[in-house]
């Protein structure tokens, strides 16, 4: 039996599959997930790069959020795998620290640019004459570095919470990454005043970008609903359903996990719940933007011709 009772520093990650032949069937189909999440979100954000015609605010987010996702995976999954092929589960105080922050900048920043989106789609739509005023470069930009600097500061004032408070139980994160709450759970003393903060956090950069997105396609959808041209609404539904569906695919796992009452969490479930917004959302949001938008097939058209051979 092991034992996880560590006088040094360092964590105990024990992982999200169990040392049997179920958690190597199990870890066989995560691998070959998370390449195809490399590799579709690395073709998403070189494709909006290369390909001119997709410089546009809608798609400049677009890239921000395949980049978010890029990292999520690279901050997680390979961890978790060397600790389950290698046996090595132990993780450095200080790489805790960084995976720590890596992970809550990119769920920080990930909610202003699901709202970043949504006002994006909002006004291309309801404003349709004064977009190119109102969503120009310089108000992109901005969003882009605005949810970027929030996530990170929020970001820092957490890591720097959790690398100072005194750990003196067993040093075993019960999760496949170093998981906040889950840290708490090891930590001496009463934590319940940081717990409320870091639910207050959750509200903030969850819960009011949710609603912020809501009310847009609210005001979108009774917009669309008036449009005269049939493919005009057909063109809007399909590009709202896309986005609200990467909002789902964010906000449930997420809101689940963080917004929930400390009583009703359970480690098996949290860790259950992680694999959607760690490994499985990155490898859908890819999909489901390049296969029902015709404006990404045809950059994935026009971007492979350029390297294609000529015939003599």
């Not at 069937?25 to 954000?45: E, K, R």
Request: aromatic share 14%.
């Amino acid at each position: 039996m092991e034992n996880h009772n560590q006088t040094s520093t360092d964590f105990i990650l024990l992982g999200l599959f169990p040392p049997s032949s179920l958690g190597l069937f199990l870890f066989t189909l995560t691998i070959p997930i998370f390449l195809m999440a490399l590799t579709g979100n690395l073709c998403m954000v070189l494709l909006i790069l290369l390909d001119a015609q997709l410089h546009t605010p809608m798609y400049f987010l677009l890239s921000q959020l395949s980049l978010i996702d890029l990292i999520y995976i690279c901050t997680t999954v390979p961890k978790m795998a060397s600790g389950f092929l290698f046996g090595n589960k132990s993780i450095s105080f200080i790489g805790c620290g960084v995976q720590c922050f890596f992970f809550v900048t990119l769920a920080g920043s990930e909610g202003p640019i699901l709202m970043s989106m949504a006002y994006d789609r909002y006004v291309a739509i309801c404003f349709p004459l004064h977009y190119p005023i109102i969503m120009n470069r310089r108000v992109c930009v901005l969003m882009i570095l605005g949810s970027w600097a929030m996530g990170a500061i929020n970001s820092c004032a957490h890591t720097f919470y959790v690398l100072h408070i005194p750990y003196c139980r067993s040093r075993a994160i019960d999760h496949f990454y170093c998981d906040i709450p889950a840290m708490l759970t090891l930590a001496c003393g009463d934590n319940r005043v940081y717990e409320y903060t870091l639910f207050l956090s959750s509200v903030l950069f969850l819960l009011f970008p949710f609603l912020v997105i809501l009310a847009s396609y609210g005001k979108v959808l009774l917009a669309v609903y008036r449009m005269r041209s049939r493919e005009g609404r057909k063109k809007a539904y399909s590009t709202c359903s896309t986005h609200l569906t990467v909002v789902t695919f964010f906000y449930v796992p997420f809101v689940f996990t963080y917004l929930r009452p400390k009583s009703l969490r359970s480690p098996a479930v949290d860790k259950l719940v992680a694999i959607f917004y760690t490994i499985l959302t990155p490898v859908l949001n890819p999909v489901i933007y390049s296969l029902r938008n015709k404006e990404v097939l045809g950059a994935l058209r026009r971007v492979a011709g350029r390297f294609r051979p000529t015939t003599v």
